[in-house]
């Protein structure tokens, strides 16, 4: 484990942990892989092209990043701050994002391959015309305002997640796993109007 350095993205050595380390920026195109950051703090914003391969990243912050045309696989998001963040036109697969603050996060364009939000805040969040293989979940998530345009919801499970709206349009919902709770949002949401004085 490498402890309180202070040391550049070009540094990071594969299979390393990295706690409370200050990094400063990359020349070069980003590829990390195999490393654990725990509670790191990264000079860099732009981390648009970059690559992450079974990461683990833990109580670090990347308020309005820009994380554009990245990729991330097996990589883990915990505790994290990514409010803002721009994930779009990202490639995810076996990713999870878990206890973080992600709302108003961007994945618009993306490919989302068998990944999970948990116990996540995502209000305001941007999933537009994002291309979902196997499944994408979202457990106990708050995702109040989420914006699917676009984006066919067959394999998406949010039954256990909060909202009292969401942007989504009546040909996207088929395949979508919702509870008994939210089927009846779910109607209003799509222009159905349930007349409570039928006897």
């Known amino acids: 484990m490498i ?11 594969p299979g390393e942990t990295y706690e409370e380390c200050l990094f400063l920026y990359s020349a070069d195109r980003i590829r990390i892989d195999s490393v654990k950051f725990k509670n790191c703090e990264f ?3 732009d981390f648009s092209d970059s690559e992450w391969l079974d990461c683990q ?3 670090c912050h990347f308020l309005n990043n820009d994380f554009t045309s990245s990729v991330f696989y097996r990589t883990t998001f915990e505790k994290c701050q990514l409010m803002g963040v ?7 697969k076996n990713t999870l994002v878990t206890n973080s603050k992600a709302d108003y996060i961007n994945l618009s364009g993306s490919k989302i ?7 996540s805040s995502l209000v ?3 999933f537009q015309d994002v291309t979902i293989k196997k499944s994408l979940k979202f457990i106990q998530c708050e995702l109040d305002k989420a914006d699917f345009l676009g984006t066919s919801l067959v394999g998406v499970d949010i039954s256990s997640s909060y909202f009292e709206t969401l ?3 009546a040909d996207q919902v088929r395949g979508c796993t919702i509870s008994p709770q939210q089927a009846i949002a779910f109607v209003s949401l799509l222009g159905v109007k349930i007349n409570d004085d039928v006897s």
């Open 124 to 126: 305001d969040s941007y």
């Open 167 to 169: 942007n989504v349009t």
């Open 86 to 92: 721009d994930f779009s036109n990202n490639q995810w």
């Open 57 to 59: 990243l833990e109580k």
């Open 43 to 45: 000079q860099q914003t």
């Open 113 to 119: 391959e068998n990944s999970q939000f948990e116990k």
């Open 3 to 13: 402890k309180k350095h202070r040391l550049s993205l070009d540094e990071v050595v």
